[in-house]
């Protein structure tokens, strides 16, 4: 039993490489890792209630790690974010969460799972044995990447679909790097240890990903540090690491700062990765963006505007969204226009999303993962791994979110730091062949109910949401890629029961489908839309704060009125952008989204009212619709203006249209000149025009 518990656990080294060729962002990997874990938590729970020697053995390893402070702080940490997932504002995506990010309780639940059981399975060479497979996984995603990135590709992703996540990736595949390289008497693994580590280092670069670069900058500094502070007295080459660590700091020190100095020289933007460092500055769009961001983040728990259970508890996993549109800065469409559901910075994330309770709890993770290494005595090339990986990877999460490629690797560095940490412990209850008496520390015996209740909870998951999560999207993507209207017609409502964390995306993704396919004189393409549009209603009935959706199923009746002319379909868009804004006023895609459906109610006054509100308080977000839409209908408000005589609104439209690259300015001007100068209005043709 224990073999194959180890198979299973070592079998998620190859996550990375299951990639996923649905139509939506990768998810085969996430199902992969979660149907690995439930398999585990099934036969664990055989042999925990049926093998008396196995409950014991389990309950002695239980006994050790339960008491470790780094698993504490763990165990807090998933506490605080079960209190946050029950206040939690929208309670369901803060539960289940949908197929973009795969986090909410469930997905914690899930990791923390994983290193529960690889505390309770694996011995010290089970971890060797994960890293070493790691690096034929790093191996294989390296090999994609630089293929990626000779055909072409200026930022590669390899299989896993993005470039920042593969970065973060790549700081694993390093620290797996160094640790085999120590532990191992094996030529073939030094050598490819060496390889693994200096291709992954290139790869970051590839990837160009700022904040990794960082991290992996950081990362090297902390080891100089380590080195100068605890490498007294150790040689390499019979040169000093405390001396030569200090060497190499000062070379770091003086490259930086001649960087610094020049980073705007065209030597640099021919550098993979350093071109986009040398970009960052308080002008740079996505630095702006990101600081943004941290204002809305810090307004969403400051207890003056919510109070102090948002302060302590946060706004729930997942619902980062909510507070981002509550306290939305109008300025951010000037460097980005987007939906943010993160923060881009884990701290932030933790803090809104699970309070001020929920970061101290994280933060301690953090704290004592590293004192324990400096704690260590003496220097170890082993403490040279934990160091790079903890501080590359903390700085690389201040710029960007956890994703399964970093999530994973970080749980299982921390069962492996915590089995470091009461190795003495482990190894002693390893070695003995049997274990005689059962473990009656009530405690212990507490602790055995939670972790059991743990894997029956994950197992509820699973059943109840992820494996009908996954057929659901799979069918989803065989009939979006149906060129038959007939099947699609016939088979479609399958794929929308149950309702699923999937739900969103498979309705979300279906609406646009139709609308961009729709066909007033297609029945058939009719059908389906009522079909999606029933469906989108259903889903905001079940989900009302996901306010992204409800505010595409507006842009969807908008659109469904423009093609059928129905005044039905634009009121109701009205209700639902209006909805939106009792919740999030300043929010510029609700305003411009009601505004466009009074602009085709023929509300013309009040809607022109609305955009301009909208685009004095965003200008570059006239540009930044997609198409040409604020240009038409400003046009048109030009004739309107025009017909009423209202030389005022005229003069202001006029000049939004100028303003923003109108082609025939001049003509409008012109009109204006014989406006003031004769104090009448010309003939137009506007047909024409």
Same mark, same amino acid.
């Given at each position: 039993?224990?073999?194959?518990?180890?198979?299973?656990?070592?079998?998620?080294?190859?996550?990375?490489?299951?990639?996923?060729?649905?139509?939506?962002?990768?998810?085969?990997?996430?199902?992969?890792?979660?149907?690995?874990?439930?398999?585990?938590?099934?036969?664990?729970?055989?042999?925990?209630?049926?093998?008396?020697?196995?409950?014991?053995?389990?309950?002695?390893?239980?006994?050790?790690?339960?008491?470790?402070?780094?698993?504490?702080?763990?165990?807090?940490?998933?506490?605080?974010?079960?209190?946050?997932?029950?206040?939690?504002?929208?309670?369901?995506?803060?539960?289940?969460?949908?197929?973009?990010?795969?986090?909410?309780?469930?997905?914690?639940?899930?990791?923390?799972? #994983? !290193? $529960? &059981?690889?505390?309770?399975?694996?011995? /010290? *060479?089970?971890?060797?044995? +994960? %890293? =070493?497979?790691?690096?034929?996984?790093?191996?294989?995603?390296?090999?994609?990447?630089?293929?990626?990135?000779?055909?072409?590709?200026?930022?590669?992703?390899?299989?896993?679909?993005?470039?920042?996540?593969?970065?973060?990736?790549?700081? #694993? !595949? $390093? &620290?797996?790097?160094?640790?085999?390289? /120590? *532990?191992?008497?094996?030529? +073939? %693994? =030094?050598?490819?240890?060496?390889?693994?580590?200096?291709?992954?280092?290139?790869?970051?670069?590839?990837?160009?990903?700022?904040?990794?670069?960082?991290?992996?900058?950081?990362?090297?500094?902390?080891?100089?540090?380590?080195?100068?502070?605890?490498?007294?007295?150790?040689?390499?080459?019979?040169? /000093?690491?405390?001396?030569?660590?200090?060497?190499?700091?000062?070379?770091?020190?003086?490259?930086?700062?001649?960087?610094?100095?020049?980073?705007?020289?065209?030597?640099?933007?021919?550098?993979?990765?350093?071109?986009?460092?040398?970009?960052?500055?308080?002008?740079?769009?996505?630095?702006?963006?990101?600081?943004?961001?941290?204002?809305?983040?810090?307004?969403?728990?400051?207890?003056?505007?919510?109070?102090?259970?948002?302060?302590?508890?946060?706004?729930?996993?997942?619902?980062?969204?909510?507070?981002?549109?509550?306290?939305?800065?109008?300025?951010?469409?000037?460097?980005?226009?987007?939906?943010?559901?993160?923060?881009?910075?884990?701290?932030?994330?933790?803090?809104?999303?699970?309070?001020?309770?929920?970061?101290?709890?994280?933060?301690?993770?953090?704290?004592?993962?590293?004192?324990?290494?400096?704690?260590?005595?003496?220097?170890?090339?082993?403490?040279?791994?934990?160091?790079?990986?903890?501080?590359?990877?903390?700085?690389?999460?201040?710029?960007?979110?956890?994703?399964?490629?970093?999530?994973?690797?970080?749980?299982?560095?921390?069962?492996?730091?915590?089995?470091?940490?009461?190795?003495?412990?482990?190894?002693?209850?390893?070695?003995?062949?049997?274990?005689?008496?059962?473990?009656?520390?009530?405690?212990?015996?507490?602790?055995?109910?939670?972790?059991?209740?743990?894997?029956?909870?994950?197992?509820?998951?699973?059943?109840?949401?992820?494996?009908?999560?996954?057929?659901?999207?799979?069918?989803?993507?065989?009939?979006?890629?149906?060129?038959?209207?007939?099947?699609?017609?016939?088979?479609?409502?399958?794929?929308?029961?149950?309702?699923?964390?999937?739900?969103?995306?498979?309705?979300?993704?279906?609406?646009?489908?139709?609308?961009?396919?729709?066909?007033?004189?297609?029945?058939?393409?009719?059908?389906?839309?009522?079909?999606?549009?029933?469906?989108?209603?259903?889903?905001?009935?079940?989900?009302?704060?996901?306010?992204?959706?409800?505010?595409?199923?507006?842009?969807?009746?908008?659109?469904?009125?423009?093609?059928?002319?129905?005044?039905?379909?634009?009121?109701?868009?009205?209700?639902?952008?209006?909805?939106?804004?009792?919740?999030?006023?300043?929010?510029?895609?609700?305003?411009?989204?009601?505004?466009?459906?009074?602009?085709?109610?023929?509300?013309?006054?009040?809607?022109?009212?609305?955009?301009?509100?909208?685009?004095?308080?965003?200008?570059?977000?006239?540009?930044?619709?997609?198409?040409?839409?604020?240009?038409?209908?400003?046009?048109?408000?030009?004739?309107?203006?025009?017909?009423?005589?209202?030389?005022?609104?005229?003069?202001?439209?006029?000049?939004?249209?100028?303003?923003?690259?109108?082609?025939?300015?001049?003509?409008?001007?012109?009109?204006?000149?014989?406006?003031?100068?004769?104090?009448?209005?010309?003939?137009?043709?506007?047909?024409?025009?």
């Amino acid at each position: 039993m224990n073999k194959f518990l180890k198979l299973c656990l070592l079998a998620l080294a190859i996550t990375p490489l299951i990639p996923d060729n649905t139509i939506f962002t990768p998810e085969n990997s996430i199902f992969f890792m979660r149907t690995i874990l439930v398999i585990i938590g099934v036969i664990f729970l055989i042999g925990f209630v049926s093998l008396k020697d196995f409950r014991t053995s389990i309950s002695e390893r239980i006994k050790i790690f339960t008491r470790n402070p780094l698993f504490v702080s763990l165990g807090l940490f998933v506490l605080f974010f079960t209190i946050s997932t029950i206040f939690a504002s929208d309670k369901y995506i803060a539960l289940w969460s949908n197929t973009d990010r795969f986090e909410g309780l469930v997905g914690i639940m899930y990791l923390f799972c #994983f !290193s $529960i &059981f690889s505390l309770l399975i694996f011995k /010290k *060479e089970d971890y060797f044995d +994960f %890293f =070493k497979l790691s690096l034929f996984v790093s191996f294989i995603v390296l090999i994609k990447e630089f293929s990626e990135s000779f055909s072409g590709a200026v930022r590669p992703d390899s299989f896993i679909g993005n470039p920042t996540f593969l970065a973060g990736y790549l700081l #694993f !595949s $390093i &620290f797996c790097s160094i640790l085999v390289f /120590k *532990e191992t008497k094996n030529n +073939f %693994f =030094k050598y490819f240890s060496v390889l693994i580590s200096t291709l992954s280092i290139i790869g970051i670069f590839l990837t160009q990903t700022r904040g990794t670069l960082l991290g992996l900058v950081a990362g090297v500094v902390a080891l100089l540090f380590y080195g100068a502070i605890k490498g007294r007295g150790v040689s390499l080459n019979k040169r /000093k690491i405390n001396k030569l660590s200090v060497i190499i700091l000062c070379i770091i020190f003086v490259s930086s700062s001649i960087f610094i100095a020049t980073r705007k020289n065209e030597v640099w933007q021919k550098v993979p990765g350093l071109s986009r460092v040398a970009q960052i500055s308080s002008e740079d769009n996505t630095t702006k963006t990101r600081l943004i961001m941290g204002q809305i983040s810090m307004k969403a728990v400051n207890p003056k505007e919510e109070g102090m259970k948002k302060f302590l508890i946060g706004w729930g996993p997942e619902n980062f969204s909510l507070a981002y549109a509550k306290y939305f800065n109008p300025v951010q469409f000037k460097y980005e226009v987007g939906w943010f559901d993160r923060s881009h910075n884990r701290l932030l994330d933790v803090l809104v999303m699970t309070g001020l309770l929920g970061l101290l709890a994280y933060l301690s993770i953090w704290f004592l993962f590293f004192k324990f290494i400096f704690k260590t005595k003496g220097f170890s090339i082993l403490n040279i791994g934990l160091i790079f990986f903890g501080v590359s990877l903390f700085v690389h999460l201040l710029f960007v979110f956890d994703q399964i490629t970093t999530s994973v690797p970080f749980f299982i560095v921390l069962a492996f730091s915590i089995y470091l940490i009461e190795s003495d412990k482990f190894k002693e209850i390893e070695t003995k062949k049997k274990i005689h008496k059962e473990v009656k520390d009530n405690l212990v015996i507490a602790m055995d109910v939670i972790f059991l209740i743990q894997i029956l909870f994950i197992g509820f998951a699973y059943f109840k949401n992820d494996l009908p999560a996954f057929i659901q999207i799979k069918e989803y993507g065989i009939l979006r890629k149906d060129s038959e209207i007939s099947n699609i017609l016939q088979n479609i409502n399958t794929v929308f029961d149950p309702f699923t964390s999937a739900q969103m995306r498979i309705r979300y993704d279906f609406m646009g489908f139709i609308s961009k396919n729709y066909d007033e004189k297609n029945e058939k393409i009719k059908k389906l839309s009522d079909i999606s549009l029933n469906r989108a209603v259903e889903y905001t009935k079940k989900v009302p704060l996901d306010l992204q959706f409800s505010n595409y199923l507006g842009l969807t009746y908008v659109n469904q009125g423009i093609a059928t002319n129905d005044l039905e379909n634009y009121k109701k868009a009205e209700e639902i952008f209006n909805r939106n804004l009792v919740y999030a006023p300043n929010k510029l895609d609700f305003n411009y989204g009601l505004a466009v459906s009074w602009f085709y109610q023929k509300r013309y006054d009040e809607a022109f009212s609305k955009f301009e509100q909208i685009f004095d308080l965003s200008p570059s977000y006239f540009q930044q619709k997609e198409g040409k839409g604020p240009e038409k209908i400003y046009t048109m408000f030009i004739k309107y203006f025009y017909d009423k005589r209202d030389k005022t609104n005229f003069v202001k439209t006029a000049k939004r249209l100028k303003d923003n690259g109108f082609a025939n300015s001049q003509i409008l001007d012109q009109i204006i000149s014989i406006i003031d100068e004769t104090g009448t209005w010309p003939y137009i043709n506007f047909k024409n025009d």
